[in-house]
Protein backbone atom coordinates (compact mmCIF):
# COMPACT_ATOMS: atom_id res chain seq x y z
CA UNK A 1 0.00 0.00 0.00
CA UNK A 2 1.35 3.14 -1.16
CA UNK A 3 1.48 6.54 1.83
CA UNK A 4 -0.60 8.23 -0.38
CA UNK A 5 -3.62 7.22 -2.25
CA UNK A 6 -4.87 9.51 -5.14
CA UNK A 7 -7.76 8.83 -7.76
CA UNK A 8 -6.04 8.85 -11.13
CA UNK A 9 -8.88 9.92 -12.80
CA UNK A 10 -9.53 11.70 -15.37
CA UNK A 11 -12.14 13.82 -13.80
CA UNK A 12 -14.17 15.45 -16.27
CA UNK A 13 -16.59 18.69 -15.71
CA UNK A 14 -17.91 21.27 -18.04
CA UNK A 15 -16.56 24.88 -17.29
CA UNK A 16 -17.61 26.48 -14.34
CA UNK A 17 -18.09 23.45 -11.98
CA UNK A 18 -17.10 23.12 -8.79
CA UNK A 19 -14.23 20.40 -8.92
CA UNK A 20 -13.09 18.24 -5.16
CA UNK A 21 -10.30 16.67 -5.77
CA UNK A 22 -8.40 14.17 -2.23
CA UNK A 23 -5.84 12.06 -0.89
CA UNK A 24 -5.94 10.39 1.58
CA UNK A 25 -2.58 8.82 3.72
CA UNK A 26 -1.01 6.48 5.93
CA UNK A 27 1.90 8.31 7.39
CA UNK A 28 0.71 10.43 10.39
CA UNK A 29 3.97 12.02 11.05
CA UNK A 30 2.95 14.12 7.91
CA UNK A 31 2.96 17.61 8.88
CA UNK A 32 3.02 19.78 6.20
CA UNK A 33 0.26 19.41 2.90
CA UNK A 34 0.62 20.44 -0.72
CA UNK A 35 -1.28 20.57 -3.98
CA UNK A 36 0.48 20.97 -7.52
CA UNK A 37 -0.64 21.77 -10.63
CA UNK A 38 1.66 19.77 -13.33
CA UNK A 39 0.70 20.44 -17.10
CA UNK A 40 1.97 17.98 -20.16
CA UNK A 41 5.59 17.58 -19.94
CA UNK A 42 6.16 20.61 -17.81
CA UNK A 43 7.46 20.44 -13.93
CA UNK A 44 4.84 21.05 -11.14
CA UNK A 45 3.71 24.80 -9.89
CA UNK A 46 3.39 24.64 -6.22
CA UNK A 47 -0.98 25.86 -5.96
CA UNK A 48 -1.27 25.31 -2.23
CA UNK A 49 0.63 24.69 1.17
CA UNK A 50 -0.81 23.95 4.25
CA UNK A 51 0.41 23.38 7.67
CA UNK A 52 -1.69 21.28 10.27
CA UNK A 53 -5.63 20.73 10.07
CA UNK A 54 -8.03 23.56 8.61
CA UNK A 55 -8.61 24.86 6.07
CA UNK A 56 -6.65 27.79 3.20
CA UNK A 57 -8.32 29.82 0.78
CA UNK A 58 -6.49 31.26 -2.57
CA UNK A 59 -9.03 32.71 -5.08
CA UNK A 60 -10.53 29.91 -6.92
CA UNK A 61 -8.84 27.17 -5.15
CA UNK A 62 -9.48 25.69 -1.47
CA UNK A 63 -7.28 23.82 0.41
CA UNK A 64 -8.75 21.36 3.19
CA UNK A 65 -6.76 18.87 5.68
CA UNK A 66 -8.07 16.73 8.01
CA UNK A 67 -5.60 14.64 9.77
CA UNK A 68 -7.87 12.97 12.07
CA UNK A 69 -9.21 10.96 9.11
CA UNK A 70 -6.02 11.34 7.27
CA UNK A 71 -7.67 13.00 4.50
CA UNK A 72 -6.71 16.08 2.17
CA UNK A 73 -8.81 18.51 -0.73
CA UNK A 74 -8.36 20.40 -3.22
CA UNK A 75 -11.68 22.62 -3.98
CA UNK A 76 -11.52 24.74 -7.42
CA UNK A 77 -14.52 26.85 -7.90
CA UNK A 78 -15.58 28.19 -11.14
CA UNK A 79 -13.44 25.89 -13.21
CA UNK A 80 -11.85 26.71 -15.98
CA UNK A 81 -10.53 25.32 -19.31
CA UNK A 82 -6.94 26.46 -18.35
CA UNK A 83 -7.34 24.04 -14.80
CA UNK A 84 -7.10 21.12 -16.58
CA UNK A 85 -3.89 19.30 -15.84
CA UNK A 86 -2.64 16.87 -13.15
CA UNK A 87 -3.17 17.86 -9.62
CA UNK A 88 -1.03 15.86 -7.27
CA UNK A 89 -0.88 16.37 -3.64
CA UNK A 90 2.36 16.00 -1.92
CA UNK A 91 3.13 15.53 2.08
CA UNK A 92 6.28 16.33 4.25
CA UNK A 93 7.56 15.66 7.47
CA UNK A 94 9.54 18.28 8.84
CA UNK A 95 12.42 19.48 6.29
CA UNK A 96 12.40 16.19 4.68
CA UNK A 97 11.51 15.04 1.57
CA UNK A 98 8.13 14.95 0.00
CA UNK A 99 5.80 12.00 -0.59
CA UNK A 100 3.49 12.51 -3.41
CA UNK A 101 0.16 10.59 -4.72
CA UNK A 102 0.25 9.21 -8.09
CA UNK A 103 -1.62 12.37 -9.06
CA UNK A 104 -5.44 13.15 -10.85
CA UNK A 105 -5.86 13.97 -14.21
CA UNK A 106 -8.56 17.36 -14.91
CA UNK A 107 -10.09 17.90 -17.62
CA UNK A 108 -12.01 21.13 -18.19
CA UNK A 109 -14.32 21.21 -21.08
CA UNK A 110 -15.64 24.48 -22.19
CA UNK B 1 14.07 34.64 -14.15
CA UNK B 2 14.85 33.52 -10.64
CA UNK B 3 12.99 29.98 -10.16
CA UNK B 4 14.71 26.61 -10.29
CA UNK B 5 16.23 26.03 -13.98
CA UNK B 6 16.94 22.47 -15.50
CA UNK B 7 19.05 21.62 -18.59
CA UNK B 8 19.03 20.13 -20.49
CA UNK B 9 15.09 20.14 -21.11
CA UNK B 10 15.10 16.82 -23.34
CA UNK B 11 18.07 14.08 -23.66
CA UNK B 12 17.88 11.22 -26.13
CA UNK B 13 20.68 9.00 -25.51
CA UNK B 14 21.65 4.91 -26.01
CA UNK B 15 21.62 2.19 -23.87
CA UNK B 16 24.66 2.05 -22.02
CA UNK B 17 25.75 5.70 -22.35
CA UNK B 18 26.53 8.20 -19.52
CA UNK B 19 24.50 11.44 -19.05
CA UNK B 20 24.87 14.14 -16.67
CA UNK B 21 21.84 16.85 -16.01
CA UNK B 22 22.51 20.22 -14.13
CA UNK B 23 20.08 22.04 -11.82
CA UNK B 24 20.09 25.69 -10.50
CA UNK B 25 18.40 26.45 -7.44
CA UNK B 26 16.67 29.59 -6.42
CA UNK B 27 20.00 31.57 -5.08
CA UNK B 28 19.12 31.82 -1.89
CA UNK B 29 17.78 28.50 -0.88
CA UNK B 30 20.18 25.93 0.42
CA UNK B 31 18.37 22.81 0.38
CA UNK B 32 18.15 21.09 -3.17
CA UNK B 33 16.48 17.89 -4.17
CA UNK B 34 16.23 15.57 -6.98
CA UNK B 35 13.22 13.63 -7.77
CA UNK B 36 12.16 10.78 -10.58
CA UNK B 37 9.01 10.96 -12.46
CA UNK B 38 7.29 8.21 -14.91
CA UNK B 39 4.48 8.66 -16.93
CA UNK B 40 0.80 8.61 -14.87
CA UNK B 41 2.91 8.63 -11.91
CA UNK B 42 3.94 11.24 -8.94
CA UNK B 43 7.55 12.08 -8.68
CA UNK B 44 9.52 10.01 -6.23
CA UNK B 45 12.67 10.76 -4.39
CA UNK B 46 15.80 10.25 -5.18
CA UNK B 47 18.58 12.36 -2.49
CA UNK B 48 18.81 15.88 -1.36
CA UNK B 49 21.26 18.37 -0.40
CA UNK B 50 22.04 20.79 2.06
CA UNK B 51 24.64 23.09 1.22
CA UNK B 52 27.09 20.96 -0.42
CA UNK B 53 26.21 17.93 2.28
CA UNK B 54 24.37 15.21 0.49
CA UNK B 55 22.10 14.22 3.74
CA UNK B 56 20.10 11.28 2.21
CA UNK B 57 20.04 9.40 -1.00
CA UNK B 58 16.53 6.75 -2.02
CA UNK B 59 17.02 3.22 -2.20
CA UNK B 60 15.31 4.07 -5.72
CA UNK B 61 19.13 5.86 -6.56
CA UNK B 62 21.18 2.61 -7.54
CA UNK B 63 25.10 2.49 -7.88
CA UNK B 64 25.12 3.51 -11.13
CA UNK B 65 23.44 7.22 -10.09
CA UNK B 66 25.61 9.89 -8.19
CA UNK B 67 24.69 13.25 -7.62
CA UNK B 68 27.11 16.01 -6.26
CA UNK B 69 26.63 19.81 -5.30
CA UNK B 70 29.45 21.41 -5.17
CA UNK B 71 29.80 24.82 -3.05
CA UNK B 72 26.63 24.20 -2.17
CA UNK B 73 25.52 26.09 -5.78
CA UNK B 74 24.70 24.37 -8.85
CA UNK B 75 23.41 20.33 -8.43
CA UNK B 76 24.37 17.67 -11.01
CA UNK B 77 22.96 14.42 -11.05
CA UNK B 78 25.06 11.80 -13.11
CA UNK B 79 23.76 8.65 -14.41
CA UNK B 80 26.23 5.96 -15.93
CA UNK B 81 25.31 2.85 -18.17
CA UNK B 82 21.98 4.01 -18.58
CA UNK B 83 19.47 1.45 -18.99
CA UNK B 84 15.69 1.54 -20.78
CA UNK B 85 14.33 1.36 -17.52
CA UNK B 86 15.77 4.84 -16.68
CA UNK B 87 13.97 6.82 -19.28
CA UNK B 88 11.74 9.36 -16.65
CA UNK B 89 11.52 13.04 -16.14
CA UNK B 90 14.25 13.74 -13.72
CA UNK B 91 12.59 16.76 -11.28
CA UNK B 92 14.95 19.13 -8.96
CA UNK B 93 13.38 21.52 -6.41
CA UNK B 94 14.89 23.81 -4.04
CA UNK B 95 13.50 25.14 -0.52
CA UNK B 96 14.77 28.08 2.26
CA UNK B 97 15.73 27.73 5.44
CA UNK B 98 12.58 26.85 6.88
CA UNK B 99 12.39 23.54 3.80
CA UNK B 100 8.95 23.71 3.58
CA UNK B 101 7.73 25.09 0.47
CA UNK B 102 9.64 23.39 -2.70
CA UNK B 103 9.62 24.87 -5.75
CA UNK B 104 10.61 22.84 -9.00
CA UNK B 105 12.00 22.92 -12.25
CA UNK B 106 11.02 22.05 -15.32
CA UNK B 107 12.64 18.97 -15.50
CA UNK B 108 15.06 16.86 -17.43
CA UNK B 109 13.10 14.21 -19.88
CA UNK B 110 15.64 11.40 -20.14
CA UNK B 111 14.61 8.76 -23.12
CA UNK B 112 17.06 5.87 -23.44
CA UNK B 113 16.61 4.14 -26.81
Known amino acids: ?110 | DTGVSQDPRHKITKRGQNVTFRCDPISEHNRLYWYRQTLGQGPEFLTYFQNEAQLEKSRLLSDRFSAERPKGSFSTLEIQRTEQGDSAMYLCASTGTANTEAFFGQGTRLTVV
Open chain 1, 1 to 110: QKEVEQDPGPLSVPEGAIVSLNCTYSNSAFQYFMWYRQYSRKGPELLMYTYSSGNKEDGRFTAQVDKSSKYISLFIRDSQPSDSATYLCAMQNAGNMLTFGGGTRLMVKP
